[in-house]
């Protein structure tokens, strides 16, 4: 098979949070190449600020606008937490905390889908309206002006899923913390579905980057790693090079 020959402005390996802020913010012809989500698709989804830097905070939230802001969450265990927080994790009053499938200490126990994981609920609800109705009636018996729920409620879908639940119950449904979380696969998928818009960028997945030589990045591609690959580039950058400083400078500092 004929290796693919590409080049570019910017390449950036890695698509995780960091790469995929580089790829946003970076201009010219950007590729990134993924081999997965990296630990974003894991994390509890909160971000906290590294220093004063209120330009990345602005671009951030204005590029995640109605997803992410400013604000305080609850984790699982009570713990508030302050930063960069979901929209849905933002909360008011003193909302009931509900435990799906588990029993925690000061959290309501409720069984839904019994046997499946956060994940797994977060998927089918994403897909099925039935479901979401289900969980309406389940969560109708819980007498409450508000409730906080563990982050079930769908990646692709989660806003239309918790406003039909809102209306559905007639009480404002929230979200708390925890990690590892359908939060941090929510955040990815969003920020792939901005970079998938975003013209001049293109995103290869399934890719294992394996030498830079000679000015060109290396690797193969494919479920099989059957089809090799060569990117020549003016700059390249790895999705860590600014994720440990913050993640969402991530492209500051790539030229």
Not at 135 to 146: C, P, V
Not at 153 to 161: D, F, K, Q, S, T
Not at 172 to 198: D, N, Q
Request: charged content about 25%.
């Amino acid at each position: 098979m004929r290796a693919l020959e590409l080049d570019c402005d910017n390449l950036i390996i890695g698509g995780g949070l960091a790469g995929l802020t580089a790829a946003l913010r970076l201009p010219g012809n950007v590729i990134l190449l993924s081999n997965g989500y990296g630990a974003t698709a894991v994390s509890s989804g909160v971000f906290y600020p590294v220093g004063e830097d209120r330009e990345a905070e602005e671009w951030f939230l204005s590029t995640m606008a109605g997803t992410y802001a400013r604000g305080k969450c609850l984790t699982i265990s009570g713990v508030q937490r302050e930063g960069m927080v979901p929209a849905s994790a933002i909360f008011e009053g003193s909302p009931v905390k509900v435990a799906i499938n588990e029993k925690r200490q000061g959290l309501m126990p409720m069984e839904f889908m019994p046997g499946r994981s956060h994940q797994e609920i977060a998927h089918i609800l994403d897909n099925d309206d039935e479901a979401i109705d289900t969980l309406s009636e389940t969560l109708s018996k819980i007498e409450a002006d508000s409730l906080l729920l563990p982050p079930i409620l769908g990646i692709e879908r989660a806003e239309y899923v918790r406003s039909r639940l809102s209306r559905s119950l007639n009480k404002t449904v929230y979200e708390y913390v925890t990690a590892p979380s359908v939060l941090g696969l929510r955040l990815i998928h969003a920020l792939r579905l901005k970079a998938s818009s975003r013209q001049g960028l293109q995103m290869l997945d399934i890719v294992e980057a394996e030498r830079i030589a000679d000015g060109h990045v290396e690797g193969r591609m494919g479920t099989k790693g059957k089809r090799s690959i060569r990117i020549g580039a003016v700059s390249r950058g790895f999705g860590l090079y600014k994720a440990l400083v913050s993640g969402y400078r991530a492209g500051d500092g790539l030229e």
